[in-house]
């Protein structure tokens, strides 16, 4: 049973910075990626970043330069770096791992993490 542990959310001023860390265990299969999604009030689940196992990485364009997630795939962890953070990054930031077994694909969230952005 894989379980994914984030950690580190909280609340910050506009402008301040976070890190998020995500933990993977329990890993039975091949990975295709990890990232992190977050989902504001009254909106749909969006993208923040997936790091694939060639070391690729997609960000959410309106956050590349704001937002850097490096992954220790050796650990099998995932970090989120946010940077000059503002109200609208509110949301409760999940971490998701891809991958495959037996040729099927298989995923898994994390619980999820509260970020607060207010003055």
């Known amino acids: 049973q894989v379980q994914l542990v984030e950690s580190g959310g909280g609340s910050v001023q506009p402008g301040g910075s976070l890190r998020l860390s995500c933990s993977a265990s329990?890993?039975?299969?091949?990975?295709?990626?990890m990232g992190w999604y977050r989902q504001a009030p009254g909106k749909e689940r969006e993208l923040v970043a997936r790091i694939f196992e060639s070391g690729r990485t997609v960000y959410a364009a309106s956050l590349k330069g704001r937002f850097t997630a490096p992954r220790d795939s050796a650990k099998n962890t995932v970090s989120l770096e946010m940077n000059n953070l503002k109200p609208d990054d509110t949301a409760i930031y999940y971490c998701k791992i891809e991958g495959f077994w037996i040729g099927a694909e298989v995923l898994s969230w994390g619980q999820g993490t509260q970020v607060t952005v207010s003055e």
């Open positions: 329990g890993i039975m299969f091949s990975i295709d990626s």
